[in-house]
Each structure stands twice: as structure tokens, then as C-alpha cells.
């Protein structure tokens, strides 16, 4: 993983060498998720943006287990900017589930909508959530925001996530190749809509795709776990054969730093991800759900970064 931008600041002052010059070796590492997700080359997208718009910044997506670890890599420092959902931030900003101790997370833009996708294929006796019972079912690699948030909707569902069922822990291109190989009959998966891998096992030929509803249990959900998480539905046609629309949950989906991290380029990168929201959008469609509009205290979860509120005052947005 590339050394942080902190580290090579701190080094660049240590070498008697000038803020100018340093400018010119800007590294950033963004934390992000498996390939098979949409943080990864949407994270990509974005660090190529950001090199057109910043000679000499440089900024690469890495790899990594999803949102948990994500959060833990900004919070000891170990990566520059990260992917995550709200509610994985919102856990290691407290203290609590995944995290040990309280991480200085600070957020600096609301991206999207992640939904939380359950799939399985015809033929494996699951018309329902509660047909999950008994079944082999991946929830996510561990250190995901998957593997949080699936446990959470088993949880208000009256399941047990390990009496009830044969967890697997893998990402989304392994849960895919998993289904269609029949060694597991179903699996979560939290992302924007479309999904690489999902869409790979609606397009997979002689075989039938189906998305397991389960907006009915938001209420729940909300009740155990706070308002964080909503209703969202996965349109029809958003997958090859998707017949009918889907009713899901989902929780946003925020670019994070740790609150130490420099404001001028925190103030940067915040401005790059909305005001290119059309060129984001072009690797995924993902990216035009970054509006000015949605960037709201709460929905972002977390105490802002001074560099995002820098930007959203000197636009007149108001965050409250």
C-alpha cells in the first residue's frame, strides 16, 4: 500500500525539501473494497480525475477486505482516504462492534445509496428471507460492511447467523462463482446498482437469477441498530432478466479521512467529487448520485472534515 500523504509530508520537511517540490510527489492511497464490488473502480475513476486536476497528485485504490477494514486503515493511519459505508463509520467513530477503541473518522462527501443485495438462483427453495434457514449462505469477506450489515438484517429477521444457517465468508466475485457452481445457495452483498458480480450471475446462461426481498424488515432493523439504514428499491431491468422490482434496504455510502488529515486537500478532494460528478459518473452510474443535495449531517454519520465544511460554505450549502 502506498505510504501515506501524512508520512510523506513529514519526510519531504524532514529533507529541508519545499512545500512546492513536495507538491509535486503527492501520494494518496484509497481504501476501497474487492474488484468485484463498485468502490474499486469507482475509487480508480476517481484518482485518475484527481491527476488531471493536480499535477503531480497521485492517488491509487487499493484493494481491501470492504468498509471495517477500511475504517481501521484511516484510523491508524495506514491508508489516505477511504470507501465506506455509514454505518461501518459510524461503529468505529464510537467504539463499537468490529472496533475496540474510538477511530478519529471525519466524513467529507455522501456519495450513494448502497443496497443491500441478498441473490440466489431458481431451484434452490428460497421464495423468502426465512428460506434462508438451513441453507449454505456467503455473508460477505470479513472486515466488510457486507459481513456488519448482513448480520444485522438475519438478526431482525429472527435468525440466528450461526445456528441457523452455513455461513461462508467471501467477497462478491467469489460469492458469485460460489452460487453458479453450487457450492452455496445464496449470498449478501452490500453496493450500488448495477454490481459487477451480481450482474455476471444474471447474465450467466441456463441458469435464473432471483433477488430475495426483505424491505419488510427495515422496521426492525432501524429499531435495534438506529435510523441510519432505509428502504430503497432495485429497479426493474437494473439486472439482464430482472422481471419485477426488488424491495430492499440500504445505508449511504461516504468518502471518509482520518480527522488529521490535511484540510487543503481534504477541501480539494471534496470539490473534485462533486463538481466531477459527470466524469466520475462515466465509469460508474454510481457517481451521478454525488449531488450537492444529498450532503447532509444526517446522512453522512460522522462529524464532517474542516475541509469539506470549508468547500460548503464557500458554495452557500447548507449541511443541517
Known amino acids: 500500500m502506498k505510504r501515506p500523504v501524512l508520512t510523506v509530508l513529514a519526510l519531504a520537511a524532514a529533507l529541508g525539501v519545499t512545500p512546492a517540490l513536495a507538491q509535486q510527489t503527492k501520494q494518496l492511497s484509497i481504501a476501497t473494497g474487492g474488484t468485484g464490488g463498485i468502490y474499486y473502480p469507482l475509487a480508480g475513476g476517481f484518482g485518475t480525475i484527481l491527476g488531471k486536476e493536480y499535477p503531480g497528485l497521485t492517488a491509487t485504490a487499493e484493494v481491501t477486505g470492504g468498509s471495517v477494514d477500511n475504517m481501521k486503515l484511516i484510523g491508524t493511519g495506514k491508508a489516505d482516504v477511504a470507501f465506506t ?15 475496540t477503541s474510538k477511530l478519529p473518522i471525519r466524513g467529507l462527501v455522501v456519495m450513494y445509496p448502497n443496497v443491500m443485495q441478498i441473490i440466489t438462483l ?8 426465512e428460506d434462508l434457514k438451513g441453507k449454505r449462505v456467503s455473508t460477505g469477506s470479513p472486515g466488510s460492511g457486507t459481513e456488519v450489515y448482513a448480520f444485522r438484517v438475519i438478526e431482525a429477521a429472527g435468525l ?16 458469485a462463482n460460489a452460487l453458479k457452481d453450487g457450492k452455496i445457495d445464496a449470498f449478501f452483498f452490500v453496493a450500488g446498482v448495477p454490481t459487477a458480480a451480481i450482474t455476471d450471475v444474471a447474465a450467466t446462461p441456463n441458469v435464473k437469477m432471483k433477488i430475495i426481498e426483505h424491505g419488510h424488515l427495515l422496521p426492525k432493523i432501524i429499531e435495534k441498530n438506529g435510523p441510519i439504514y432505509g428502504e430503497s428499491v432495485i429497479k426493474k431491468g437494473s439486472y439482464p432478466n430482472q422481471e419485477k422490482d426488488a424491495s430492499m434496504t440500504a445505508v449511504w455510502t461516504i468518502m471518509a479521512v482520518n480527522e488529521n488529515f490535511p484540510e ?10 462533486i463538481e466531477k460528478r459527470e466524469d466520475l459518473g462515466q465509469v460508474h452510474k454510481e457517481g451521478l448520485s454525488v449531488v450537492a443535495e444529498n450532503q447532509k449531517t444526517k446522512l453522512i454519520g460522522v462529524p464532517w472534515h474542516a475541509g469539506a465544511l470549508k468547500y460548503f460554505k464557500e458554495k452557500g450549502l447548507s449541511v443541517d
Open 85 to 99: 459505508q455509514v454505518d461501518a463509520a459510524v461503529d468505529a467513530l464510537n467504539g463499537r462492534d468490529k472496533f
Open 122 to 129: 431458481e431451484g434452490k427453495g428460497i421464495e423468502k428471507f
Open 160 to 175: 440466528d447467523k450461526d445456528k441457523d444457517m452455513k455461513r461462508e465468508r467471501l467477497g462478491a466475485a467469489e460469492s
Open 264 to 273: 487543503d486537500l481534504a477541501y480539494n478532494l471534496t470539490k473534485t467529487m
